[in-house]
């Protein structure tokens, strides 16, 4: 059975980068594609960028200008980087794959 | 953006009776394909988001037929046909043509 595995560091000054990594055990990435989506503690879900089958990469226009995501078919991975953080960023980041499979969310906090 | 609107946003609901939310678009979810790109995800207190129903009413792998999802252009419902205690949690729609997708406010299942 396909699952995701994600992890990154989950407490950041503002203005530092978020960075999280996802992987996939028991299976491969290759037929899915890549998404990323956060959730502010108690509050709801925004798609933040994927990654689709021919490898372009689309975004949150909200988020365009910080964020960027990667994905390693060779590794089974996923990569998200999202720049100049704010108290506004905290959230529990997931990675999924095609919304299907998701990870298990990294909450970061971002706090001076 | 489009706009996913669910109502209500809080279900108390009866063990064993059943239950429905409703979602609305902003705009029709009908792709060029001719499939409609409305999702359906269950999140229970303290986990992960988990994909429910694709595409309007397809159930996905080892979702209970108590589940089921309707509607077509820009209103659709999710039903439970019994509830059950393992059903409370967080149910959010989403749209998956427009970039960037999104996601209703969440409608809060309660016993």
């Known amino acids: 059975q396909v699952q995701v595995q994600q992890w990154g560091a989950g407490l950041l000054k503002p203005s530092e980068t978020l960075s999280l990594t996802c992987a996939v055990s028991g299976g491969s990435s290759s037929s899915y594609y890549w998404t990323w989506i956060r959730q502010p503690p108690g509050k709801g879900l925004e798609w933040i960028a994927e990654?689709?089958?021919?490898?372009?990469?689309n975004y949150n226009p909200s988020l365009k200008s910080r964020v960027t995501m990667s994905a390693d078919t060779s590794k089974n991975q996923s990569s998200l980087k999202l720049t100049s953080v704010t108290a506004a960023d905290t959230a529990v980041y997931y990675c999924a794959l095609e919304f299907y499979v998701w990870g298990q969310g990294t909450l970061v906090t971002v706090s001076s | 953006d489009v706009v996913m609107t669910q109502s209500p946003l809080s279900l108390p609901v009866t063990l064993g009776q059943p239950a429905a939310i409703s979602c609305r678009s902003s705009?029709?979810?009908?792709?060029?394909?001719?499939?409609?790109?409305l999702n359906w995800f269950q999140q229970r207190p303290g986990q992960s988001p988990r994909r429910l129903i694709y595409?309007?009413?397809n159930r996905d792998s080892g979702v209970p037929d108590r589940f089921s999802g309707s509607g077509s252009g820009t209103d659709f419902t999710l039903k439970i046909s019994r509830v059950e205690a393992e059903d409370v949690g967080i149910y959010y729609c989403?749209?998956?043509?427009?970039?960037?997708?999104?996601f209703g406010q969440g409608t809060k299942l309660e016993i």
């Open positions: 990654i689709t089958h021919s490898g372009s990469t």
């Open positions: 989403m749209q998956g043509i427009y970039r960037p997708y999104t």
């Open positions: 705009q029709s979810l009908v792709y060029s394909d001719g499939d409609t790109y």
């Open positions: 595409k309007v009413s």
